[in-house]
Nanobody
Framework: QVQLVESGGRLVQPGGSLRLSCAASGVIFIFRLYNMGWYRQAPGKERELVAT???????NYADPVKGRFTISRDVAKNTVYLQMNSLKPEETAVYYC??????????WGQGTKVTVYS
């Protein structure tokens, strides 16, 4: 069984910063073998990609967050992070962590809620 547990979501004012964490665990889960990603789902909208980081450390970002968000992973801690700066009200959403690997099912966390309000 694989578990992804997100944390760090809270209320924040526009322009503020947050760091989200996603801790991965599992008897057969080898963190370094999985590409990791952050996604978000705003109320009434579909889930969308925010950022991904590969097993080799390559990163990819959705256009709206480029230059403001940074994804990183700590293999020793089995954790992936999302540093979010200059947050905007429209980025209010539940943020989800995903682990993926070719020929395997995707694993999702339960999400952490980020609310950007003024």
């Amino acid at each position: 069984q694989v578990q992804l547990v997100e944390s760090g979501g809270r209320l924040v004012q526009p322009g503020g910063s947050l760091r989200l964490s996603c801790a991965a665990s599992g008897v057969i889960f080898i963190f370094r073998l999985y590409n990791m990603g952050w996604y978000r789902q705003a109320p009434g909208k579909e889930r969308e990609l925010v950022a991904t980081v590969t097993t080799g450390g390559s990163t990819n970002y959705a256009d709206p967050v480029k230059g403001r968000f940074t994804i990183s992973r700590d293999v020793a801690k089995n954790t992936v992070y999302l540093q979010m700066n200059s947050l905007k009200p429209e980025e209010t959403a539940v943020y989800y962590c995903k682990a993926e690997r070719t020929m395997e099912r995707d694993y999702w966390g339960q999400g952490t809620k980020v609310t950007v309000y003024s």
